[in-house]
């Protein structure tokens, strides 16, 4: 049963032998509908890997506050502000200490400083660690703070112990965490697109040539993507159109994906006139291929050139923004190599829209591919410019900006 569904957990791993449950943990709250990020500490790394644990919870892993990669994907305020609830397991007498003196010397020390959410702490530890006064001390401290302490469990110890120290077992800590959201109110996050729909096109198309080959593009689909998390974040319905990527899904996204402009055409007109906002974020192919060969062409000995008759692609967006009925509130983007308020006003007059995102490609370290990006978007009045973040933070500032235009 979908006990936690919807409910977004930060699972902080710290450094005790404990931590290889924590794979059983994370695949047990996602089947009741959990998200699930993790954040672990180093010592942690020896004892599961990130790489496991990216596997089973379906995000990459945040280890360390000076990550570029990671600040860029999900930075650690946004961690903290994105959870509904903090989950420490194990955690170990180290952390716990750390926690206690308001330390911020890791990323999960710091987390837990920078969240307003509820944190509960699951102590794992040798049972003598556990019966020292400076721990039960520590721990009492915590209590009183109001975090959940869960646990530990009494048994047998890796180390050969008897005692109290034990992390609770990871169904145990399910059950916790399912009590937990049943009997605490938790604040829901403002959601101000509750109620609404929105239909996301993302990442590259790919126009066959024949069975093997065909012509592309550069697109990530990373501002697509984070643009649904947003949606999703603020409470939406999102339906994801997507060509050929590499990342994963939001979850809670419903996602079709297509290969060709054609199949992202016929997918995002069946879907518009139910959705209130179209966001045109792909990159759509302008021309295809206009015969797809049955069979691999071959290479002629006759000739040291072929050529390729290419036809257009319809303008998904301009199609979308031309419907009569049940028009959503249609947004594009527009990647620009000069002249860039120029044509991206041009293209939000052709194209009949509403919104456009428009932003300079020929800058290095933003746009295609990258995690960072710097955009203005311009509406028939005004414009707004949002300088070079994240995809994630100028996707959570781009969903704003439409939710006010509703
Ligand atoms: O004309 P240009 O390709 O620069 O316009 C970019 C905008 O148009 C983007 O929002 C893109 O998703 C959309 N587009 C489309 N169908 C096409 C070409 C572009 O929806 N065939």
Not at 5 to 18: N, T
Not at 284 to 304: N, T
Not at 359 to 381: H, L, P, Y
């Amino acid at each position: 049963m979908q006990t936690l569904a919807g409910k977004k957990i930060l699972l902080g791993i710290s450094g005790g032998i404990a931590a290889y449950k924590c794979a059983e943990l994370t695949r047990r709250l996602i089947e009741r509908g959990a998200e699930v990020r993790v954040v672990m500490t180093s010592a942690a790394k020896e004892f599961i890997t990130p790489l496991t644990m990216q596997a089973v919870s379906g995000h990459p892993v945040s280890e360390s506050l000076f990550d570029p990669a990671a600040e860029a994907s999900m930075g650690h305020i946004e961690l903290a502000k994105w959870a509904d609830l903090v989950l420490i397991a194990p955690a170990t007498a180290d952390l716990i200490a750390r926690i206690r003196a308001g330390m911020g010397n890791d990323l999960l020390s710091t987390l837990v400083l920078a969240t307003d959410s509820p944190v509960a702490v699951s102590p794992a530890m040798n049972q003598q660690m556990y019966q020292n006064a400076a721990t039960q001390e520590n721990i009492a401290a915590l209590d009183k703070r109001g975090l959940n302490i869960w646990g530990p469990g009494s048994g047998e110890q890796a180390c050969g112990d008897v005692g109290l120290g034990r992390m609770l077992e990871p169904m145990q800590l399910v059950e916790r965490c399912e009590l937990f959201f049943q009997t605490n109110e938790i604040q829901p996050k403002s959601q101000p697109l509750a109620g609404k729909s929105v239909l996301i096109s993302a990442g590259p198309t790919r126009e066959a040539i024949d069975p093997v080959r065909y012509i592309s593009n550069h697109s990530s689909g990373k501002m697509g993507y984070a643009l649904a998390e947003a949606a999703l974040e603020l409470g939406a319905e999102v339906t994801l159109v997507s060509g050929p990527v590499s990342i994963s899904a939001p979850t809670h996204a419903s996602t079709v994906q297509v290969e060709s402009a054609l199949q992202m055409h016929e997918a995002v007109m069946a879907n518009a006139p139910t959705h209130d906002v179209f966001i045109s974020c792909a990159a759509v192919a302008d021309y295809r291929p206009e015969i797809i060969a049955d069979q691999k062409i071959k290479k002629a000995d006759d000739s040291d050139q072929m050529s390729i008759t290419m036809v257009k692609n319809p303008d998904i967006v301009a199609s979308v923004a031309a419907l009569t009925k049940n028009r959503p509130f249609t947004v594009g983007f527009a990647a620009e190599t000069q002249d860039v308020e120029k044509y991206a006003r041009g293209k939000l007059i052709n194209k009949n829209l509403d919104m456009i995102c428009a932003n300079d490609v020929s800058i290095t370290g933003q746009g295609f591919n990258s995690n960072d990006n710097a955009i203005t978007v311009f509406e028939k009045q005004g414009e707004h410019s949002l300088p070079l973040a994240s995809k994630t933070q100028l996707a959570q500032s781009i969903m704003m900006l439409i939710e006010k235009s509703l």
